[in-house]
């Protein structure tokens, strides 16, 4: 569905209302996006408080941020059922549910509720990590893709530092407990905004709400149905047999694997390379969290201007600052922690977008998203693992710079191949959209 796009009589009023839906669509995309990384590093600021009044150890508290993470390589694929069950806007709010649930339960007891409600917040935000690609496929035309996702991943950096920020003064106010509970507020928000959109969208468009369901094809004309609304099976082959999405599986994985690696480790790394104190290290840290806003919100913005590949590459430039520059000019850091927060914003804003362009249909854009968030979440699972290792092993920081250097190398020869298609796909879509919009 172009949301923007007019049809039928009335086409002003109809082209008013495709406008109010498309920014109304947009903030539902935001409030979905501030729940899929907040309640992630909600435990981070407090997990002293958490291991003292729970009894944790350090390893068990560890968990309450690496098992979502885990949750994200396993639990991607089970988006799938709840896609062809009751596609993808019943899917969006069973997510919500999940992350409402898992935040109530996470604060509601001893260590054991809690693990189990960060099992249930990774499993509801893997099943919306893959969803969401698929809803900008669908209700967004081509040339306002970058728009939307560089405000998806903007918004969820910012729902992230946003818990990281308030959750350790909620905890010192009124204790642990509601600290970890209150952000379940911002389920509550996303989900009512969300199911109160799909209702308003079928009312403001009217047969055009269900025709969004089943898909669009070229020109904006609805695809042939089936019985179950999905758009009738094309001539194409199944999505692992696609070369070009092991590619971006591969990009995919190279730059999750850099974002966790380098966000584990990097205070530690400031420490011993600089001296810095444990407080100057994790302030030292946020630089490569806060650029990441600016970096996602940037790539729309060159998207109008740049190929898809020159994005990439501008990326790779910056994400390979970080780990050269501390390798090479380490007194530098501050300029290369934020080159590399930067690109880490716009590097997964980049993929994305590259991803919604190669998704195909519905059901084809979910089993893309599904593999590539999947495989790629779970290679990124090692990177903190492997980087502690060759640590161990080095005794020093090169190694495992060197193997981000590999990571990012991989994100950019996979990532150069699979932008270079996506940019094939789109040409005659964007064409259309702009015809439409100048009129």
């Known amino acids: 569905m172009h949301l923007d796009s007019p049809a039928g009589t009335g086409r002003n009023g109809r082209r008013r209302s495709a406008r109010m839906v498309f920014w109304g669509a947009l903030a539902g995309i935001v409030l979905i996006a501030l729940n899929f990384r907040g309640p992630i590093v909600a435990p981070s600021p407090i997990l002293d408080v958490l291991q003292s009044e729970l009894g944790m150890s350090v390893q068990t508290s560890g968990l309450l941020t690496a098992l979502p993470i885990a949750c994200f390589g396993v639990i991607s694929f089970l988006a799938l059922p709840l896609l062809r069950r009751g596609g993808p806007d019943q899917a969006i709010a069973f997510c919500l549910a999940g992350i409402l649930a898992g935040t109530l339960l996470r604060s509601a007891g001893g260590t054991g509720l809690a693990l189990a409600g960060t099992v249930v917040?990774?499993?509801?935000?893997?099943?919306?990590?893959?969803?969401?690609?698929?809803?900008?496929?669908?209700?967004?035309?081509?040339?306002?893709?970058?728009?939307?996702t560089g405000?998806?991943?903007?918004?969820?950096?910012?729902?992230?530092?946003?818990?990281?920020?308030?959750?350790?003064p909620l905890a010192a106010a009124f204790g642990w407990r509601l600290a970890m509970a209150v952000w379940c507020t911002l389920a509550i928000a996303a989900a009512l905004a969300w199911l109160g959109l799909v209702g308003w969208r079928d009312f403001l468009l009217g047969g055009a709400g269900e025709k969004a369901a089943r898909g669009t094809g070229d020109g904006g004309t609805p695809a042939p149905a089936d019985a179950a609304g999905e758009p009738a099976p094309q001539a194409q082959p199944a999505v692992w047999r696609r070369p070009v999405a092991w590619l971006l599986l591969i990009a995919f994985s190279g730059q999750a694997f850099s974002f966790y690696a380098v966000s584990t480790w990097l205070p530690t790394l400031l420490s011993d390379l600089l001296g810095?104190?444990?407080?100057?290290?994790?302030?030292?840290?946020?630089?490569?969290?806060?650029?990441?806003?600016?970096?996602?919100?940037?790539?729309?913005?060159?998207?109008?201007?740049?190929?898809?590949?020159?994005?990439?590459?501008?990326?790779?430039?910056?994400?390979?600052?970080?780990?050269?520059?501390?390798?090479?000019?380490?007194?530098?850091w501050v300029v290369w922690v934020t080159f590399g927060g930067m690109a880490q914003g716009a590097g997964i804003t980049v993929i994305f977008l590259i991803l919604v362009r190669l998704g195909g249909s519905g059901r084809q854009a979910g089993q893309l998203s599904a593999m590539v968030q999947g495989g790629g979440y779970l290679v990124a699972a090692a990177g903190p693992v492997a980087l502690g290792t060759l640590h161990d092993v080095s005794g020093s920081w090169t190694l495992p710079l060197l193997a981000v250097c590999v990571s990012i190398a991989a994100l950019l020869v996979a990532g150069t191949v699979a932008a270079a298609a996506s940019e094939r796909s789109v040409p005659a879509q964007d064409a259309g959209d702009q015809e439409r919009a100048s009129q």
């Open 276 to 332: 810095l104190d444990a407080a100057g290290a994790g302030a030292g840290a946020s630089l490569f969290q806060g650029p990441a806003i600016a970096g996602a919100l940037a790539v729309p913005l060159l998207a109008r201007r740049l190929r898809t590949r020159t994005l990439l590459w501008l990326t790779v430039a910056a994400w390979a600052a970080l780990p050269a520059g501390l390798l090479l000019a380490p007194a530098g």
């Open 151 to 168: 405000t998806y991943t903007a918004a969820m950096n910012i729902g992230s530092m946003t818990t990281l920020i308030l959750t350790a």
């Open 121 to 148: 917040i990774g499993a509801s935000i893997a099943v919306g990590n893959v969803l969401v690609p698929v809803i900008i496929r669908r209700d967004f035309p081509p040339a306002r893709v970058p728009l939307v």
